[in-house]
């Protein structure tokens, strides 16, 4: 009896804060962001992946808010996602995913390079990772840069490496005026814990009220789900799991790296 119970409390939290998203991101969202609005005003942001779907997976919250918003929303990822030999496959599925998520196809580049392969164990050069990124920023006039934090999400090797790679960007280039901004990666509860996290996630902006970190709702979960799908390759029952119940669908919490 007592699980029919928790159960359904759970389920009915869920529905609650789906609610409460839809209705937050429509009403309620764009005021609670209006204190940051001078940090965001016209950028030119540029997402640094690891591989084809981490875009669709993990930061589809904070794409969408900046698309349509009017930013202007570059996309770098640095591998095919070539593990399983499906990498000219993931190429083009990245691109059709872009085009879900409103981000026009030639902003979107996506490199191979022999020594930045997809897979567990392949560790990647952070400088030759550092040079790519900081030539992208150059030509595209980026001032705000958003990627992995040093755990990645899943803790994957590749996407902890474009973190560091993105840092000695940072380091290196110490006088110019760029923004970095980091996913901060949520504990496995917070991570399966879908639409219920985005409680959390608003609170955390608020504690830290110096501007350190923001929260983006999702605005348009469904277009997460059908970003993903264009993976068609990974578009399988687990991941299909995994967007759903993913707080990473619903909500991005970034905190600015120093
Ligand atoms: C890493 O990449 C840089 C720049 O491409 C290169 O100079 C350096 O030798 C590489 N380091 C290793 C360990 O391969
Ligand atoms: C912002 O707030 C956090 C927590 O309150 C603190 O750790 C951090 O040092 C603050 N940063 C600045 C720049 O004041
Ligand atoms: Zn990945």
């Known amino acids: 009896m007592a699980w029919i119970v ?8 869920w529905i609650l804060s789906l609610f409460k998203l839809l209705l937050f991101s429509r009403f309620s969202f764009s005021k609670h962001f209006n204190h940051n609005c001078r940090a965001l005003q016209k950028r ?9 779907d981490d875009e669709s997976m993990f930061f589809t919250p904070a794409i969408n808010f900046l698309t349509s918003r009017g930013h202007n929303v570059q996309i770098l990822c640095l591998s095919v996602g070539d593990a399983d030999g499906k990498g000219h496959i993931r190429k083009q599925e990245l ?17 191979n390079h022999p020594d930045l392969q997809d897979g567990f164990g392949k560790v990647w050069n952070h400088s030759l990772l550092a040079n790519i990124i900081e030539e992208e920023i150059t030509i595209h006039c980026i001032n705000m840069v958003i990627t992995f934090d040093n755990y990645g999400v899943s803790g994957h090797c590749n996407h902890r490496d474009v ?8 380091y290196d280039t110490l006088q110019r005026d760029i923004e970095v901004w980091e ?4 504990n496995i509860l917070r991570k399966y814990s879908g639409p219920v996290d985005i409680w959390l996630s608003m609170l955390w902006p608020i504690l830290h009220s110096n501007e350190t970190m923001q929260c983006f709702v999702n605005e348009h979960p469904r277009r997460s789900y059908l ?8 578009w399988v029952w687990f991941r299909k799991l995994f967007v ?7 909500v991005n919490t970034l905190r600015k790296i120093k």
């Open 227 to 234: 970003a993903m799908a264009q993976h068609s390759s990974q």
């Open 183 to 186: 996913l901060v990666s949520n």
């Open 244 to 250: 759903t119940l993913s707080s990473y669908t619903y």
């Open 44 to 52: 030119n942001v540029l997402l640094v992946i690891a591989h084809p």
């Open 95 to 111: 691109f059709q995913a872009c085009v879900a998520l409103k981000v026009p196809m030639q902003q979107v580049k996506i490199v």
């Open 163 to 170: 973190h560091y790679g993105v840092c000695k960007v940072l």
């Open 6 to 13: 928790i159960i359904a409390s759970v389920i009915s939290v």
